[in-house]
């Protein structure tokens, strides 16, 4: 089975830090995504990447970024949290390969508290 | 662009009822669509994808969507809802178009299951 894990399940932080959330997937696949989810606004793509230190911008990539090193790790970056970047974080992973290019496997999310 | 709308924000239904969860989509061209499910405090999980083979299309926990091009829907359906069914579902479109199977989620719909 795939595995995507997330570091944290639960994290609080104070306004202006800067806050790490990491991502690990098992199963090789070359891209990897972060949402974040709001209630009533479903999920909403922050940044992709679909290979080792490549990253494209989502729909909202304001306030973050992120790395890529290694082709299983995918780390979102808050360079200094804001009480409006208090969310549920999502990270998913899916193959480069016809036929499954599209099935994202998603880990169990990190609900991330700015206070 | 691809869309995606979920048509209810929350369904309630009794034990044993039928369940519907209806989703329209817009695509520039012919669509992969899905049906996510996430149970609280869980991750997403993939419940079946449509990719322009068979029409209807059977998931997993006895869940089926039917794609209908003519209305631009891609409708979930059960048979008998059980208890365990009770989460929230996103109706998903890909968005091919140069990126790398990137998805548009829509807003979810709430189940609720009565006993």
């Known amino acids: 089975d795939v595995k995507v894990t997330q570091s944290s399940r639960y994290l609080v932080k104070r306004t202006g830090e800067k806050v790490f959330l990491e991502c690990v997937q098992d199963m090789d696949h070359e891209n990897m995504f972060w949402y974040r989810q709001d209630p009533g606004l479903g999920l909403r793509l922050i940044y992709f990447s679909y290979d080792v230190k490549m990253k494209e911008k989502g729909d909202i990539p304001e306030g973050y970024s992120v790395s890529r090193e290694k082709k299983e790790r995918f780390s979102l970056i808050l360079e200094s949290a804001s009480t409006n970047q208090t969310s549920m974080y999502l990270c998913a992973s899916s193959p480069l390969q016809a036929g499954d290019l599209e099935t994202q496997y998603f880990g169990p999310g990190t609900r991330l508290l700015v206070l | 662009a691809q869309s995606v709308t979920q048509l209810d924000s929350h369904v309630s239904v009794s034990e044993g009822t039928p369940v519907l969860l209806r989703c329209n989509y817009s695509?520039?061209?012919?669509?992969?669509l899905f049906w996510y499910v996430q149970h609280p405090n869980k991750g997403l999980q993939l419940l079946l994808k449509?990719?322009?083979?068979?029409?209807l299309v059977k998931g997993i926990n006895g869940f089926e969507a039917e794609f209908k091009k003519s209305e631009t829907s891609f409708h979930l359906t059960k048979p008998s809802a059980h208890m365990s069914d009770a989460a929230e579902y996103f109706c998903v479109v890909s968005s091919y178009g140069g990126s790398q199977g990137n998805l548009i989620f829509g807003k979810g719909t709430k189940l609720s299951v009565k006993p």
């Open positions: 695509s520039s061209y012919s669509p992969s």
């Open positions: 449509y990719t322009s083979a068979a029409t």
